[in-house]
């Protein structure tokens, strides 16, 4: 499970309720079918890894690993047999005789997670353990906390702000914004089923696309109107019968594209200006302000557009998200999702 969500939305709070470190108001915390709501760190079987190593500078790594160990008065040759264990899975094998300031970020970190493996506890607590990381590491770090959690197969809580972070890693995501959830489900349902406005557009890279738009109902059909062009959907396509006039369209860069390159079933077009282009490689972001609205586009690597350029973007309207435009609240039925 991973928690993500922007600095300050309670994400960490809650992993320290999970822990013992924070009471919460109300309610309750239950570990499987137990009750911790009351119960102290110290009896609850957690292991927490930080975004701070917090390793003991004046021991090895082996010292390091043994200490909560020895604290706990466990059998010596039980934690001899732990730490050649736990060394081996994370590949530490070879530094267990050196100090923390003869490893590198990457190698402090896995002693870090090797620490809290030690304990064999029933549910790991991470907190941004990545953060100090670069972005190489990170990458191939986050591989490595996914695998060694499906090799233990002991439930983790990931706390993270990196929305690429929680999509390549979590089973389930729970998205927080100002100290509520807003939605717990997969990393695809996140991404193709939103809530609401905050998670389409904290989930996915770059992010989705808001356009005004308003709405007249024909029978049983809807209209939409958006920067001048209109199309008809299905009135099974919104969880409401009733529509304010005004609502609020969400689509993803990768979802409306140049019209020179967009498959045949994108038919829907509007026109802008070229304000900035971004290459990546592979692909090229460009900029459009269409009417004073900023829309974010994918054209091809290397498209031959500059700043100023006018240009045709095309998308399919299956691959819209419709959101209430005064709530945020998603419009859009399940079964009108576009897999």
Known sequence: MVFVGPSGCGKTTTLRMLAGLETPTYGKILLGRDDVTLTSPGRRNISMVFQSYALYPHMTVRQNLAFGPQIRHENKSEIAASIDKVAKLVGLETLLNRHPNELSGGQRQRVALA????????????????????????????????????????????????QVEAMTMGHRIAVFDHGRILQVATPAELYRAPANKVVGRFIGSPRMNILPATVSVEGESVNVRCFGTTFSMQGRTFTRDRLSDKIELGIRPDEIQWVKDAPSRCTEKITGIVTSLETTGSDTFVLVNVEGTEVNSKFPSFAPVRRGDAVELVFDPADLHFFDAETGESLKATSAIHN
């Open 115 to 162: 620490r809290s493996m030690i304990r064999r506890p029933r549910i790991f607590l991470l907190d941004e353990p990545l953060s100090n990381l670069d972005a190489s590491l990170r990458t191939h770090m986050r591989t490595e906390i996914a695998e060694l959690q499906r090799q233990l197969g002991v439930t983790a809580v990931y706390v993270t702000h990196d």
